[in-house]
């Protein structure tokens, strides 16, 4: 699986001054950067090392999340 195809996001941080870019597959990375695109190019190239090392260790590797942030659940009221 490619870095690319997962769900990224980049949001200013006002407290740190920069831009954090976090991906959902993976919630515990998340990276830093002058810009939006630096934050989420920094993210990308840490999620390609994560993906390539367990693909070697023969670990499993988070599918491409399917459902919108932020959805409703049905059947809930």
Same mark, same amino acid.
């Given at each position: ?20 870019? *976090?991906? *959902? ?6 990276a830093r950067g002058? =810009? *939006?695109? =630096?934050?989420?190019?920094?993210? *990308? =190239? ?32």
């Amino acid at each position: 699986m490619s870095a690319a195809q997962y769900t990224y996001e980049a949001m200013w941080s006002e407290e740190e001054r920069t831009y954090i870019a *976090r991906v *959902r597959e993976f919630p515990a990375l998340e990276a830093r950067g002058d =810009s *939006r695109g =630096s934050s989420l190019r920094a993210l *990308r =190239s840490v999620v390609d090392a994560v993906v390539k090392d367990l693909a070697v260790a023969g670990e499993e590797i988070p599918a491409q999340a399917t459902e919108k942030k932020g959805g409703q659940q049905k059947g809930k009221k």
